[in-house]
Protein backbone atom coordinates (compact mmCIF):
# COMPACT_ATOMS: atom_id res chain seq x y z
CA UNK A 1 0.00 0.00 0.00
CA UNK A 2 1.41 3.26 -1.12
CA UNK A 3 1.71 5.66 1.85
CA UNK A 4 -1.19 7.97 2.00
CA UNK A 5 1.63 11.35 1.98
CA UNK A 6 2.97 9.67 -1.14
CA UNK A 7 -0.39 9.37 -2.58
CA UNK A 8 -1.46 13.29 -1.81
CA UNK A 9 1.99 14.30 -3.30
CA UNK A 10 1.17 12.76 -6.79
CA UNK A 11 -1.95 14.12 -6.82
CA UNK A 12 -1.15 17.38 -6.04
CA UNK A 13 1.85 17.31 -8.35
CA UNK A 14 -0.48 16.11 -11.41
CA UNK A 15 -3.10 18.60 -10.47
CA UNK A 16 -0.56 21.39 -10.52
CA UNK A 17 0.47 20.30 -13.87
CA UNK A 18 -2.49 19.77 -15.04
CA UNK A 19 -3.28 23.64 -14.25
CA UNK A 20 -0.49 24.84 -16.17
CA UNK A 21 -2.62 25.54 -19.39
CA UNK A 22 -5.33 26.67 -17.26
CA UNK A 23 -2.51 29.61 -16.25
CA UNK A 24 -1.27 30.30 -20.27
CA UNK A 25 -5.27 30.76 -20.58
CA UNK A 26 -5.19 33.29 -18.18
CA UNK A 27 -1.90 34.95 -17.91
CA UNK A 28 -2.48 35.28 -22.13
CA UNK A 29 -5.97 36.64 -21.62
CA UNK A 30 -4.79 39.06 -19.08
CA UNK A 31 -2.12 40.82 -21.86
CA UNK A 32 -3.47 44.03 -23.96
CA UNK A 33 -2.27 43.69 -27.22
CA UNK A 34 0.57 46.73 -27.15
CA UNK A 35 2.01 43.66 -24.22
CA UNK A 36 1.84 41.08 -25.72
CA UNK A 37 5.38 39.20 -26.77
CA UNK A 38 5.54 36.17 -28.47
CA UNK A 39 8.69 35.72 -26.56
CA UNK A 40 7.15 36.66 -23.54
CA UNK A 41 3.87 33.80 -22.77
CA UNK A 42 5.19 32.47 -20.21
CA UNK A 43 4.57 35.98 -17.86
CA UNK A 44 1.61 36.90 -15.90
CA UNK A 45 -0.68 39.36 -17.21
CA UNK A 46 -3.01 41.78 -15.36
CA UNK A 47 -6.83 42.09 -14.55
CA UNK A 48 -6.41 45.12 -16.35
CA UNK A 49 -5.50 43.98 -19.63
CA UNK A 50 -8.02 41.12 -19.29
CA UNK A 51 -11.01 43.47 -18.61
CA UNK A 52 -9.77 45.61 -21.84
CA UNK A 53 -9.62 42.09 -23.31
CA UNK A 54 -13.62 41.52 -22.14
CA UNK A 55 -14.13 44.89 -23.54
CA UNK A 56 -13.10 43.87 -27.17
CA UNK A 57 -14.68 40.59 -27.38
CA UNK A 58 -18.02 42.24 -26.53
CA UNK A 59 -17.38 45.19 -29.15
CA UNK A 60 -15.31 44.13 -31.71
CA UNK A 61 -16.30 40.77 -32.26
CA UNK A 62 -19.64 38.48 -32.98
CA UNK A 63 -19.33 36.53 -29.29
CA UNK A 64 -22.46 38.71 -27.93
CA UNK A 65 -25.04 37.75 -30.38
CA UNK A 66 -23.81 34.59 -30.29
CA UNK A 67 -24.26 34.03 -26.94
CA UNK A 68 -27.46 35.62 -26.88
CA UNK A 69 -28.31 32.70 -29.60
CA UNK A 70 -26.10 30.00 -27.19
CA UNK A 71 -28.27 31.11 -24.48
CA UNK A 72 -31.15 30.79 -26.22
CA UNK A 73 -30.68 26.94 -27.45
CA UNK A 74 -28.65 25.66 -24.33
CA UNK A 75 -32.11 26.95 -21.86
CA UNK A 76 -35.03 26.49 -23.94
CA UNK A 77 -34.19 22.58 -26.23
CA UNK A 78 -33.00 21.05 -22.71
CA UNK A 79 -36.09 22.01 -21.23
CA UNK A 80 -37.97 20.94 -24.16
CA UNK A 81 -36.55 17.11 -23.94
CA UNK A 82 -36.92 17.07 -20.19
CA UNK A 83 -40.82 16.88 -20.84
CA UNK A 84 -40.51 15.05 -23.64
CA UNK A 85 -38.49 12.61 -22.13
CA UNK A 86 -40.85 12.42 -18.48
CA UNK A 87 -43.99 11.88 -20.94
CA UNK A 88 -41.95 8.91 -22.32
CA UNK A 89 -40.82 7.53 -19.21
CA UNK A 90 -44.74 8.61 -17.55
CA UNK A 91 -46.51 6.68 -20.36
CA UNK A 92 -43.79 2.94 -20.55
CA UNK A 93 -43.17 2.92 -16.80
CA UNK A 94 -46.67 4.14 -15.46
CA UNK A 95 -49.20 3.95 -18.08
CA UNK A 96 -47.84 0.67 -18.97
CA UNK A 97 -48.09 1.47 -22.35
CA UNK A 98 -48.19 -1.82 -25.00
CA UNK A 99 -44.72 -2.88 -26.18
CA UNK A 100 -43.30 0.09 -23.97
CA UNK A 101 -40.28 -1.66 -23.55
CA UNK A 102 -40.08 -1.54 -27.69
CA UNK A 103 -41.20 2.09 -27.84
CA UNK A 104 -38.10 2.84 -24.98
CA UNK A 105 -36.02 0.89 -26.97
CA UNK A 106 -36.19 2.50 -30.45
CA UNK A 107 -36.36 6.25 -28.84
CA UNK A 108 -32.85 5.04 -26.81
CA UNK A 109 -30.70 3.89 -30.31
CA UNK A 110 -31.65 7.31 -31.09
CA UNK A 111 -28.75 8.08 -29.74
CA UNK A 112 -26.52 5.09 -31.20
CA UNK A 113 -25.75 6.61 -34.40
CA UNK A 114 -22.87 9.74 -34.70
CA UNK A 115 -24.62 13.10 -35.53
CA UNK A 116 -22.75 12.89 -38.91
CA UNK A 117 -25.23 9.86 -40.14
CA UNK A 118 -27.81 12.84 -39.93
CA UNK A 119 -26.78 15.99 -40.61
CA UNK A 120 -26.30 16.03 -44.13
CA UNK A 121 -30.35 15.66 -44.38
CA UNK A 122 -30.99 17.93 -41.33
CA UNK A 123 -28.86 19.80 -43.89
CA UNK A 124 -30.50 19.42 -47.11
CA UNK A 125 -34.22 19.39 -46.21
CA UNK A 126 -34.05 22.63 -44.03
CA UNK A 127 -32.65 24.07 -46.66
CA UNK A 128 -35.40 23.14 -48.77
CA UNK A 129 -38.33 23.81 -45.80
CA UNK A 130 -36.70 27.11 -45.16
CA UNK A 131 -35.84 26.16 -41.19
CA UNK A 132 -31.74 26.45 -42.45
CA UNK A 133 -30.24 29.31 -40.48
CA UNK A 134 -33.20 29.27 -37.98
CA UNK A 135 -33.72 29.53 -34.12
CA UNK A 136 -36.88 27.66 -34.56
CA UNK A 137 -34.76 24.68 -36.26
CA UNK A 138 -31.96 24.20 -34.06
CA UNK A 139 -34.29 24.38 -31.34
CA UNK A 140 -35.91 21.36 -32.98
CA UNK A 141 -32.83 19.76 -33.59
CA UNK A 142 -31.06 20.21 -30.48
CA UNK A 143 -34.25 19.22 -28.84
CA UNK A 144 -34.85 15.79 -30.34
CA UNK A 145 -31.36 15.03 -30.10
CA UNK A 146 -31.32 15.62 -26.19
CA UNK A 147 -34.85 13.44 -26.00
CA UNK A 148 -33.28 9.68 -25.56
CA UNK A 149 -31.18 10.26 -22.85
CA UNK A 150 -33.60 12.20 -21.07
CA UNK A 151 -36.16 9.39 -21.52
CA UNK A 152 -33.64 6.85 -20.18
CA UNK A 153 -32.92 8.83 -17.28
CA UNK A 154 -36.97 9.69 -16.73
CA UNK A 155 -37.44 5.94 -17.20
CA UNK A 156 -35.00 4.72 -14.68
CA UNK A 157 -36.14 7.25 -12.19
CA UNK A 158 -39.97 6.24 -12.65
CA UNK A 159 -39.31 2.70 -11.81
CA UNK A 160 -38.48 3.51 -9.05
CA UNK A 161 -41.45 5.30 -8.01
CA UNK A 162 -43.79 2.97 -5.94
CA UNK A 163 -47.34 1.90 -8.27
CA UNK A 164 -49.41 3.15 -5.36
CA UNK A 165 -48.79 6.40 -5.76
CA UNK A 166 -50.22 6.46 -9.04
CA UNK A 167 -53.43 4.23 -7.44
CA UNK A 168 -53.77 6.35 -4.78
CA UNK A 169 -53.72 9.18 -6.82
CA UNK A 170 -56.37 7.39 -8.81
CA UNK A 171 -58.72 6.90 -6.28
CA UNK A 172 -58.53 10.40 -5.13
CA UNK A 173 -60.10 10.72 -8.84
CA UNK A 174 -56.77 12.77 -10.45
CA UNK A 175 -56.77 12.09 -14.45
CA UNK A 176 -53.91 11.36 -16.09
CA UNK A 177 -52.95 14.42 -17.24
CA UNK A 178 -53.63 15.69 -13.50
CA UNK A 179 -51.44 12.79 -12.15
CA UNK A 180 -48.38 13.96 -14.30
CA UNK A 181 -47.72 17.50 -14.36
CA UNK A 182 -48.55 18.11 -10.14
CA UNK A 183 -47.12 14.22 -8.90
CA UNK A 184 -44.32 12.63 -11.05
CA UNK A 185 -43.18 15.90 -12.38
CA UNK A 186 -42.57 17.62 -9.19
CA UNK A 187 -41.80 14.22 -7.74
CA UNK A 188 -38.62 14.10 -9.94
CA UNK A 189 -37.51 17.26 -10.15
CA UNK A 190 -33.54 16.44 -9.09
CA UNK A 191 -33.39 13.66 -12.20
CA UNK A 192 -35.03 16.78 -15.05
CA UNK A 193 -32.28 19.18 -12.93
CA UNK A 194 -29.46 15.99 -13.78
CA UNK A 195 -31.07 15.64 -17.48
CA UNK A 196 -31.46 19.59 -18.42
CA UNK A 197 -27.89 20.05 -16.69
CA UNK A 198 -26.24 17.97 -19.02
CA UNK A 199 -28.18 18.56 -22.16
CA UNK A 200 -27.22 21.89 -21.81
CA UNK A 201 -23.72 21.33 -21.14
CA UNK A 202 -24.01 19.84 -24.28
CA UNK A 203 -26.12 21.97 -26.36
CA UNK A 204 -23.69 24.97 -25.39
CA UNK A 205 -20.61 23.30 -26.07
CA UNK A 206 -22.09 21.67 -29.67
CA UNK A 207 -19.87 22.87 -32.91
CA UNK A 208 -20.85 20.66 -35.84
CA UNK A 209 -24.38 20.84 -35.71
CA UNK A 210 -24.09 25.11 -35.56
CA UNK A 211 -21.22 25.08 -38.13
CA UNK A 212 -23.36 23.45 -40.14
CA UNK A 213 -27.24 24.17 -39.62
CA UNK A 214 -26.50 28.27 -39.37
CA UNK A 215 -24.65 31.20 -40.93
CA UNK A 216 -26.35 34.45 -39.99
CA UNK A 217 -25.38 36.64 -36.63
CA UNK A 218 -28.55 36.40 -35.10
CA UNK A 219 -28.89 32.21 -35.30
CA UNK A 220 -25.53 31.57 -35.13
CA UNK A 221 -23.91 29.95 -31.52
CA UNK A 222 -20.73 31.00 -30.13
CA UNK A 223 -18.69 27.81 -30.46
CA UNK A 224 -18.12 28.56 -34.47
CA UNK A 225 -17.39 32.08 -33.58
CA UNK A 226 -14.80 31.01 -31.26
CA UNK A 227 -13.72 28.89 -33.58
CA UNK A 228 -13.55 31.58 -36.98
CA UNK A 229 -11.95 33.87 -34.72
CA UNK A 230 -8.81 31.88 -34.56
CA UNK A 231 -8.74 32.90 -38.38
CA UNK A 232 -10.19 36.32 -38.25
CA UNK A 233 -8.38 37.58 -35.76
CA UNK A 234 -4.62 35.61 -36.51
CA UNK A 235 -2.19 34.45 -34.67
CA UNK A 236 0.68 36.97 -32.99
CA UNK A 237 -1.18 39.66 -30.63
CA UNK A 238 -4.67 38.60 -31.30
CA UNK A 239 -4.71 35.50 -29.56
CA UNK A 240 -5.00 37.88 -26.49
CA UNK A 241 -8.95 38.46 -27.89
CA UNK A 242 -8.91 34.74 -28.81
CA UNK A 243 -8.20 33.48 -25.30
CA UNK A 244 -10.04 36.09 -23.92
CA UNK A 245 -13.12 35.13 -25.75
CA UNK A 246 -12.86 31.68 -24.94
CA UNK A 247 -12.32 32.23 -21.23
CA UNK A 248 -15.64 34.12 -21.94
CA UNK A 249 -18.01 31.76 -23.39
CA UNK A 250 -16.48 28.45 -20.93
CA UNK A 251 -17.81 30.60 -17.53
CA UNK A 252 -21.36 29.64 -17.71
CA UNK A 253 -20.82 25.98 -18.47
CA UNK A 254 -18.16 26.12 -15.47
CA UNK A 255 -20.62 28.15 -13.34
CA UNK A 256 -23.34 25.60 -13.92
CA UNK A 257 -20.81 22.89 -13.22
CA UNK A 258 -19.60 23.90 -10.24
CA UNK A 259 -23.07 25.11 -8.63
CA UNK A 260 -24.90 21.53 -9.77
CA UNK A 261 -22.28 19.17 -8.28
CA UNK A 262 -24.94 18.53 -5.97
CA UNK A 263 -27.20 17.60 -8.75
CA UNK A 264 -24.26 15.15 -10.29
CA UNK A 265 -23.68 13.57 -7.44
CA UNK A 266 -27.76 13.29 -7.01
CA UNK A 267 -28.07 12.18 -10.43
CA UNK A 268 -24.78 9.32 -10.03
CA UNK A 269 -26.96 7.88 -6.98
CA UNK A 270 -30.29 7.42 -9.15
CA UNK A 271 -28.36 4.85 -10.31
CA UNK A 272 -28.98 2.93 -7.07
CA UNK A 273 -33.30 2.35 -8.24
CA UNK B 1 -60.19 -0.36 -5.96
CA UNK B 2 -56.97 -1.46 -7.35
CA UNK B 3 -59.13 -3.36 -10.27
CA UNK B 4 -58.43 -0.78 -12.24
CA UNK B 5 -55.14 -1.03 -13.37
CA UNK B 6 -52.55 0.58 -15.67
CA UNK B 7 -53.31 -1.24 -18.58
CA UNK B 8 -56.74 0.61 -18.86
CA UNK B 9 -54.98 3.99 -19.61
CA UNK B 10 -53.45 3.06 -23.50
CA UNK B 11 -54.83 5.76 -25.24
CA UNK B 12 -54.12 8.44 -22.82
CA UNK B 13 -50.40 6.93 -22.64
CA UNK B 14 -50.37 7.05 -26.53
CA UNK B 15 -50.37 10.92 -25.75
CA UNK B 16 -47.33 11.17 -23.50
CA UNK B 17 -45.28 8.67 -25.49
CA UNK B 18 -46.64 9.56 -29.25
CA UNK B 19 -44.61 13.35 -29.42
CA UNK B 20 -41.75 11.81 -28.91
CA UNK B 21 -41.61 8.73 -30.51
CA UNK B 22 -43.03 10.60 -33.58
CA UNK B 23 -40.21 13.49 -33.35
CA UNK B 24 -36.87 11.03 -32.15
CA UNK B 25 -38.43 8.64 -35.76
CA UNK B 26 -39.07 11.20 -37.59
CA UNK B 27 -35.65 13.37 -37.35
CA UNK B 28 -33.81 11.03 -35.91
CA UNK B 29 -34.01 7.82 -37.79
CA UNK B 30 -35.82 9.17 -41.37
CA UNK B 31 -32.11 11.35 -42.03
CA UNK B 32 -30.24 7.56 -41.05
CA UNK B 33 -32.30 6.18 -43.81
CA UNK B 34 -31.95 9.37 -46.43
CA UNK B 35 -27.90 9.15 -45.77
CA UNK B 36 -28.07 5.80 -46.31
CA UNK B 37 -29.68 6.22 -49.42
CA UNK B 38 -27.76 9.24 -50.96
CA UNK B 39 -24.88 6.98 -50.15
CA UNK B 40 -24.98 5.01 -53.30
CA UNK B 41 -26.04 8.43 -55.27
CA UNK B 42 -23.60 11.16 -56.98
CA UNK B 43 -25.42 14.72 -55.32
CA UNK B 44 -24.08 17.96 -54.84
CA UNK B 45 -27.46 19.78 -53.74
CA UNK B 46 -28.66 21.31 -56.89
CA UNK B 47 -29.38 18.66 -58.97
CA UNK B 48 -31.40 15.79 -58.16
CA UNK B 49 -29.27 12.56 -56.94
CA UNK B 50 -28.10 10.25 -59.83
CA UNK B 51 -27.61 6.44 -59.01
CA UNK B 52 -24.22 5.39 -58.73
CA UNK B 53 -24.30 1.97 -56.87
CA UNK B 54 -21.05 1.43 -54.52
CA UNK B 55 -19.03 4.06 -56.42
CA UNK B 56 -18.61 6.40 -53.75
CA UNK B 57 -17.51 3.29 -51.70
CA UNK B 58 -14.84 2.43 -54.18
CA UNK B 59 -13.72 6.22 -54.72
CA UNK B 60 -13.85 6.53 -50.58
CA UNK B 61 -11.14 3.40 -49.86
CA UNK B 62 -8.80 4.84 -52.94
CA UNK B 63 -8.71 7.81 -51.28
CA UNK B 64 -5.66 8.87 -49.62
CA UNK B 65 -7.45 11.31 -47.37
CA UNK B 66 -9.72 8.86 -46.28
CA UNK B 67 -7.47 5.97 -45.34
CA UNK B 68 -5.10 8.43 -43.62
CA UNK B 69 -8.50 9.48 -41.74
CA UNK B 70 -8.45 5.91 -40.74
CA UNK B 71 -5.65 5.37 -39.44
CA UNK B 72 -5.79 8.25 -37.36
CA UNK B 73 -8.61 7.60 -35.74
CA UNK B 74 -7.85 4.38 -34.52
CA UNK B 75 -4.96 6.10 -33.06
CA UNK B 76 -7.41 8.41 -31.52
CA UNK B 77 -9.50 5.16 -30.41
CA UNK B 78 -6.26 3.55 -29.08
CA UNK B 79 -4.62 6.91 -27.38
CA UNK B 80 -7.70 7.41 -25.78
CA UNK B 81 -8.14 4.28 -24.38
CA UNK B 82 -4.79 4.29 -22.85
CA UNK B 83 -4.38 8.01 -21.61
CA UNK B 84 -7.41 9.45 -20.41
CA UNK B 85 -9.12 5.89 -19.18
CA UNK B 86 -5.28 4.85 -18.13
CA UNK B 87 -4.59 8.39 -15.84
CA UNK B 88 -8.26 8.70 -15.18
CA UNK B 89 -8.38 5.24 -13.29
CA UNK B 90 -5.02 6.17 -11.52
CA UNK B 91 -6.27 9.34 -10.44
CA UNK B 92 -9.28 7.74 -8.80
CA UNK B 93 -7.26 4.98 -7.40
CA UNK B 94 -4.63 7.30 -5.59
CA UNK B 95 -7.16 9.86 -4.30
CA UNK B 96 -9.29 7.31 -2.89
CA UNK B 97 -10.25 7.19 1.08
CA UNK B 98 -7.78 10.14 1.04
CA UNK B 99 -9.07 13.21 3.00
CA UNK B 100 -8.47 15.52 0.65
CA UNK B 101 -9.62 13.52 -2.36
CA UNK B 102 -12.34 16.46 -3.39
CA UNK B 103 -10.06 18.50 -3.28
CA UNK B 104 -7.07 16.38 -5.21
CA UNK B 105 -9.47 16.01 -8.12
CA UNK B 106 -10.93 19.46 -8.89
CA UNK B 107 -7.72 20.27 -11.34
CA UNK B 108 -8.90 17.28 -13.45
CA UNK B 109 -12.29 18.43 -13.54
CA UNK B 110 -11.44 22.69 -14.14
CA UNK B 111 -10.79 21.36 -18.09
CA UNK B 112 -14.27 19.55 -18.36
CA UNK B 113 -16.17 22.79 -18.15
CA UNK B 114 -14.14 24.18 -21.05
CA UNK B 115 -15.81 22.96 -24.50
CA UNK B 116 -14.06 21.48 -26.94
CA UNK B 117 -13.51 24.63 -28.84
CA UNK B 118 -12.25 26.44 -26.30
CA UNK B 119 -9.77 23.30 -25.51
CA UNK B 120 -8.97 23.70 -29.13
CA UNK B 121 -8.31 27.01 -29.06
CA UNK B 122 -6.01 27.09 -25.90
CA UNK B 123 -3.58 24.07 -27.12
CA UNK B 124 -3.35 25.40 -30.52
CA UNK B 125 -2.22 28.90 -28.86
CA UNK B 126 0.48 26.72 -26.46
CA UNK B 127 1.34 24.51 -29.39
CA UNK B 128 1.88 27.15 -32.02
CA UNK B 129 5.57 27.01 -33.63
CA UNK B 130 7.91 28.77 -30.89
CA UNK B 131 4.41 28.58 -28.20
CA UNK B 132 5.11 28.16 -25.18
CA UNK B 133 5.59 24.75 -24.97
CA UNK B 134 8.65 25.24 -27.47
CA UNK B 135 9.69 28.20 -24.83
CA UNK B 136 9.18 25.90 -22.03
CA UNK B 137 11.18 23.42 -23.57
CA UNK B 138 13.76 26.37 -24.79
CA UNK B 139 14.07 27.21 -21.27
CA UNK B 140 15.30 23.88 -19.57
CA UNK B 141 17.51 23.00 -21.98
CA UNK B 142 15.22 19.87 -23.16
CA UNK B 143 14.95 18.93 -27.18
CA UNK B 144 12.80 19.62 -29.12
CA UNK B 145 11.96 23.30 -29.13
CA UNK B 146 12.20 23.94 -32.47
CA UNK B 147 9.39 21.02 -33.11
CA UNK B 148 6.20 22.17 -35.45
CA UNK B 149 3.83 20.09 -33.06
CA UNK B 150 0.68 21.01 -35.15
CA UNK B 151 2.39 20.84 -39.00
CA UNK B 152 3.57 17.02 -38.79
CA UNK B 153 1.84 13.56 -38.91
CA UNK B 154 1.39 11.65 -37.08
CA UNK B 155 2.92 13.53 -34.13
CA UNK B 156 -0.32 16.55 -34.41
CA UNK B 157 -2.96 13.84 -34.10
CA UNK B 158 -0.70 12.73 -30.95
CA UNK B 159 -0.84 16.37 -29.40
CA UNK B 160 -4.26 16.66 -30.15
CA UNK B 161 -5.29 13.53 -28.08
CA UNK B 162 -3.02 14.90 -25.39
CA UNK B 163 -4.98 17.99 -25.54
CA UNK B 164 -8.40 15.98 -25.52
CA UNK B 165 -7.47 13.92 -22.61
CA UNK B 166 -6.68 16.84 -20.57
CA UNK B 167 -10.24 17.78 -20.64
CA UNK B 168 -11.47 14.36 -20.57
CA UNK B 169 -9.34 12.11 -17.73
CA UNK B 170 -11.76 14.28 -14.79
CA UNK B 171 -14.95 12.66 -16.21
CA UNK B 172 -12.86 9.35 -16.50
CA UNK B 173 -11.58 9.44 -13.11
CA UNK B 174 -15.20 10.19 -11.28
CA UNK B 175 -16.55 7.55 -13.18
CA UNK B 176 -14.01 5.46 -11.55
CA UNK B 177 -14.58 7.01 -8.36
CA UNK B 178 -18.28 6.22 -8.11
CA UNK B 179 -16.99 2.54 -9.26
CA UNK B 180 -14.64 1.69 -6.37
CA UNK B 181 -17.02 3.58 -3.94
CA UNK B 182 -19.34 0.65 -4.37
CA UNK B 183 -16.94 -2.27 -4.03
CA UNK B 184 -18.11 -3.98 -1.18
CA UNK B 185 -15.41 -3.48 1.51
CA UNK B 186 -14.90 -7.15 2.87
CA UNK B 187 -13.60 -8.93 -0.20
CA UNK B 188 -11.27 -6.43 0.38
CA UNK B 189 -10.83 -6.18 3.72
CA UNK B 190 -10.06 -10.05 3.61
CA UNK B 191 -7.41 -9.97 0.80
CA UNK B 192 -5.31 -7.44 3.00
CA UNK B 193 -5.46 -9.80 5.82
CA UNK B 194 -4.57 -12.45 3.75
CA UNK B 195 -1.19 -10.08 2.82
CA UNK B 196 -1.94 -8.67 -0.56
CA UNK B 197 -1.12 -4.86 -0.77
CA UNK B 198 -0.09 -2.83 -3.89
CA UNK B 199 -0.26 -3.86 -6.98
CA UNK B 200 -1.59 -7.31 -6.33
CA UNK B 201 -4.71 -6.04 -4.68
CA UNK B 202 -5.19 -3.82 -7.43
CA UNK B 203 -4.79 -6.56 -9.52
CA UNK B 204 -6.34 -9.33 -8.30
CA UNK B 205 -9.25 -7.42 -6.18
CA UNK B 206 -10.01 -4.04 -7.14
CA UNK B 207 -9.62 -4.68 -11.01
CA UNK B 208 -12.41 -7.33 -11.39
CA UNK B 209 -14.47 -5.75 -9.09
CA UNK B 210 -14.86 -2.45 -11.30
CA UNK B 211 -15.93 -4.17 -14.36
CA UNK B 212 -19.08 -2.64 -14.55
CA UNK B 213 -17.43 1.07 -14.38
CA UNK B 214 -14.62 -0.35 -16.62
CA UNK B 215 -16.96 -1.58 -19.66
CA UNK B 216 -18.48 1.77 -19.08
CA UNK B 217 -15.41 4.05 -19.37
CA UNK B 218 -13.94 2.15 -22.23
CA UNK B 219 -17.24 1.72 -24.51
CA UNK B 220 -17.71 5.35 -24.28
CA UNK B 221 -14.25 6.27 -24.89
CA UNK B 222 -14.48 4.13 -28.56
CA UNK B 223 -17.88 5.52 -28.59
CA UNK B 224 -16.07 9.22 -28.02
CA UNK B 225 -13.18 9.03 -29.69
CA UNK B 226 -14.74 7.53 -33.22
CA UNK B 227 -16.96 10.84 -33.56
CA UNK B 228 -14.12 13.30 -32.87
CA UNK B 229 -14.67 16.35 -34.69
CA UNK B 230 -14.68 19.74 -32.15
CA UNK B 231 -10.96 19.83 -31.13
CA UNK B 232 -9.18 18.67 -34.43
CA UNK B 233 -11.36 21.00 -36.42
CA UNK B 234 -10.63 23.73 -33.63
CA UNK B 235 -6.83 23.04 -34.03
CA UNK B 236 -5.82 22.08 -37.56
CA UNK B 237 -8.81 21.78 -39.48
CA UNK B 238 -7.71 18.50 -40.34
CA UNK B 239 -5.09 19.59 -42.16
CA UNK B 240 -2.23 20.95 -42.72
CA UNK B 241 -3.40 18.71 -46.72
CA UNK B 242 -5.92 16.39 -44.76
CA UNK B 243 -3.34 14.54 -42.81
CA UNK B 244 -4.66 15.15 -39.54
CA UNK B 245 -8.37 14.46 -40.24
CA UNK B 246 -10.42 11.64 -38.47
CA UNK B 247 -13.71 9.93 -39.96
CA UNK B 248 -16.03 12.76 -38.24
CA UNK B 249 -13.85 15.77 -39.93
CA UNK B 250 -13.86 13.87 -43.25
CA UNK B 251 -17.33 13.18 -43.75
CA UNK B 252 -17.36 17.02 -42.67
CA UNK B 253 -14.85 18.46 -45.57
CA UNK B 254 -16.54 15.79 -47.94
CA UNK B 255 -19.90 16.84 -47.58
CA UNK B 256 -19.72 20.44 -46.63
CA UNK B 257 -16.33 21.80 -48.04
CA UNK B 258 -16.21 19.73 -51.50
CA UNK B 259 -20.36 19.58 -51.73
CA UNK B 260 -19.64 15.80 -52.41
CA UNK B 261 -22.76 14.55 -50.75
CA UNK B 262 -22.66 10.94 -52.00
CA UNK B 263 -18.67 10.71 -50.86
CA UNK B 264 -19.81 12.33 -47.23
CA UNK B 265 -22.35 9.75 -47.25
CA UNK B 266 -20.45 7.07 -47.60
CA UNK B 267 -18.18 8.15 -45.18
CA UNK B 268 -21.14 8.93 -42.20
CA UNK B 269 -21.81 5.43 -42.85
CA UNK B 270 -18.94 3.90 -42.41
CA UNK B 271 -18.47 6.17 -39.25
CA UNK B 272 -21.63 5.00 -38.10
CA UNK B 273 -21.16 1.07 -38.58
CA UNK B 274 -18.15 0.87 -36.38
CA UNK B 275 -19.69 3.47 -34.09
CA UNK B 276 -22.56 1.49 -33.53
CA UNK B 277 -20.85 -2.56 -33.39
CA UNK B 278 -18.85 -0.56 -30.27
CA UNK B 279 -21.42 0.92 -28.81
CA UNK B 280 -22.89 -2.54 -27.96
CA UNK B 281 -20.48 -2.82 -25.96
CA UNK B 282 -22.01 -0.60 -23.26
CA UNK B 283 -25.79 -0.12 -24.40
CA UNK B 284 -26.68 -3.78 -23.09
CA UNK B 285 -24.87 -3.24 -19.90
CA UNK B 286 -26.63 0.75 -19.95
CA UNK B 287 -30.24 -0.94 -20.37
CA UNK B 288 -29.97 -3.35 -17.78
CA UNK B 289 -30.85 -1.41 -14.67
CA UNK B 290 -30.55 -2.21 -11.40
CA UNK B 291 -27.62 -3.95 -12.34
CA UNK B 292 -25.12 -1.73 -10.28
CA UNK B 293 -24.13 0.53 -13.59
CA UNK B 294 -24.97 3.83 -11.67
CA UNK B 295 -22.15 5.37 -13.66
CA UNK B 296 -24.60 5.03 -16.72
CA UNK B 297 -26.45 7.91 -15.98
CA UNK B 298 -24.26 10.28 -17.18
CA UNK B 299 -22.40 7.96 -19.96
CA UNK B 300 -25.23 8.88 -22.59
CA UNK B 301 -24.74 12.42 -22.07
CA UNK B 302 -21.15 12.30 -22.34
CA UNK B 303 -21.67 10.23 -25.43
CA UNK B 304 -24.46 12.37 -27.25
Known sequence: MISRVVRTVILAVLGLIWLVPIYLLLANAGKSVADYSGDALWEPGSIGALFANVGEVFTGTDVPSGLAATALYALVAPAIAVVLGAAIGFAVIVLRVKHGFFWFFVIFCGTVFPLQMMVLPWFDVYARIGLFDTQGGMLLIYSVVATPFSAFVMRNFFSGISESVFEAAVVDGAGVWRIFTRIYLPMSASALAVVFILQATWVWNDLLLSLILTQSPETRPVMPLLNALQSVEGGGPGYTVILTAALIVSIPTALLFLFTQRFFQRGLALGQY | ?304
Open chain 2, 1 to 304: MTSKSSTDYQRGAWAFLGPGAALVVIVLYLPVIYTLVLSFTRYGGLADPVFVGGANYVEMFADPAFLGSLVNTAIWVVGTLIIPVGIGLLIAYLSFGLRWAGILRIPFLIPYALSGVAVGVLFGFVLQNGGALSQALAFFGLPGSDTRWLQESPLNTVVMILAASWQGIGVNALLFTVGLQSIPKEPLEAARIDGASGFTLFRTMVWPLLRPSTTIVVGLSIVNSLKTFDIVQAMTQGGPNRVSETLGVTMYKDTFVNSDYGLGSAVAIFLSVITVAASVIYLRRQLSIGNGSDAGRITAEVSS
